[in-house]
């Protein structure tokens, strides 16, 4: 029931952009914090992307998508989204939505929920 439900990835060539969405059911607060993750087959997770909720809406980006990418929340319909351009082949990860992060001061130590995620796959 508490659930979050990725799409809009797929295959893209080099330079070209996609726009994920991370859909949450209606039992997540759509107040919460809430990120896009990445990881690489066989690497480790990544942060990409943050956006403070409580009505706050700071976003961090990681330096390696800074620019070319946008996050971004539609907080009536509990939707968070991804804006990707000038994709490049090292963005090839499952990108994967979390919402609801627990802090111990002002670091994340978790999120409460995550996304099955969706494929990025972008070639030269």
């Known amino acids: 029931q508490d659930r979050l439900v990725e799409s809009g990835g797929g295959s893209v060539q080099a330079g070209g952009s996609l726009k994920l969405s991370c859909q949450a059911s209606?039992?997540?607060?759509?107040?919460?914090?809430m990120a896009w993750y990445r990881q690489p087959s066989g690497k480790e997770r990544e942060m990409v992307s943050i956006?403070?909720?409580?009505?706050?809406?700071?976003?961090t980006y990681a330096d390696s998508v800074k620019g070319r990418f946008t996050i971004s929340h539609d907080e009536e319909k509990n939707t968070l989204f991804l804006q990707m351009s000038g994709l490049k082949t090292e963005d090839t990860a499952m990108y994967s939505c979390?919402?609801?992060?627990?802090?111990?001061?002002?670091?994340?130590?978790?999120?409460?929920?995550w996304g099955q995620g969706t494929q990025v796959t972008v070639s030269s």
């Open positions: 956006i403070r909720g409580q009505g706050d809406g700071t976003k």
């Open positions: 979390a919402a609801c992060a627990s802090y111990t001061g002002d670091k994340i130590t978790r999120f409460e929920y």
């Open positions: 209606t039992s997540i607060s759509n107040r919460c914090t």
